[in-house]
T-cell receptor, first 116, second 113 residues
Framework: AQSVTQLDSQVPVFEEAPVELRCNYSSSVSVYLFWYVQYPNQGLQLLLKYLSGSTLVKGINGFEAEFNKSQTSFHLRKPSVHISDTAEYFC??????????????FGKGTLLTVNP | KAGVTQTPRYLIKTRGQQVTLSCSPISGHRSVSWYQQTPGQGLQFLFEYFSETQRNKGNFPGRFSGRQFSNSRSEMNVSTLELGDSALYLC????????????FGSGTQLSVL
């Protein structure tokens, strides 16, 4: 079974500062990794995903993430945040084996608050 | 193209009642997944359907059930409601499987009194 740990439940930052949201996963088989964002009173939207290939993945709104297999991590970064980036961010994993690829396992989320 | 539509948006029920939530996926999407979201537990997987077949199920009691129709629309049902069932229920669709891009609805906020 796979699992995801988001190491910070809340991350406050100032506008235009860089940010890193941390995610570690656990799985005994190859994985697909995702970051989703949830704005208030909305569903989730995909920011980026890693399936294979280059370990540095670029997503929407200037976000990027790096897959590190040896550290089983998939941290999300943005060099300069805006007020509009305030939202909850979820890391998710699925595997390629059996029925597990028919579900995403999500972390508990990191609330990013960008202050002026 | 219309997004994922969930109805109703808000629902208030009392303990012991049952409830049915509806989800209309994006046109052409055949995979529909359901998640329960609570502040304490985050997003918990309920089940996933493809072509009217349940392919995977999460660790929820049998009071939680679902189905998918031939037009890919899906419903989930919760019987004998408990206070702990209060949550945001999210539906998501994708073309073939959740390991592609998932498109989420805005959810149904269920309150059990």
């Amino acid at each position: 079974a796979q699992s995801v740990t988001q190491l910070d439940s809340q991350v406050p930052v100032f506008e235009e500062a860089p940010v890193e949201l941390r995610c570690n996963y656990s799985s005994s088989v190859s994985v697909y990794l995702f970051w989703y964002v949830q704005y208030p009173n909305q569903g989730l939207q995909l920011l980026l995903k890693y399936l294979s290939g280059s370990t540095l993945v670029k997503g929407i709104n200037g976000f990027e993430a790096e897959f590190n297999k040896s550290q089983t991590s998939f941290h999300l970064r943005k060099p300069s945040v805006h007020i509009s980036d305030t939202a909850e961010y979820f890391c998710a994993v699925t595997t390629l084996s059996g029925g597990s690829n028919y579900k995403l396992t999500f972390g508990k989320g990191t609330l990013l608050t960008v202050n002026p | 193209k219309a997004g994922v539509t969930q109805t109703p948006r808000y629902l208030i029920k009392t303990r012991g009642q049952q409830v049915t939530l509806s989800c209309s996926p994006i046109s052409g999407h055949r995979s529909v997944s359901w998640y329960q979201q609570t502040p304490g537990q985050g997003l918990q997987f309920l089940f996933e359907y493809f072509s009217e077949t349940q392919r995977n199920k999460g660790n929820f009691p049998g009071r939680f059930s679902g189905r998918q129709f031939s037009n890919s629309r899906s419903e989930m049902n919760v019987s004998t409601l408990e206070l702990g069932d209060s949550a945001l229920y999210l539906c998501a669709s994708s073309l073939q499987a959740p390991n592609e891009k998932l498109f989420f609805g805005s959810g149904t906020q269920l309150s059990v009194l």
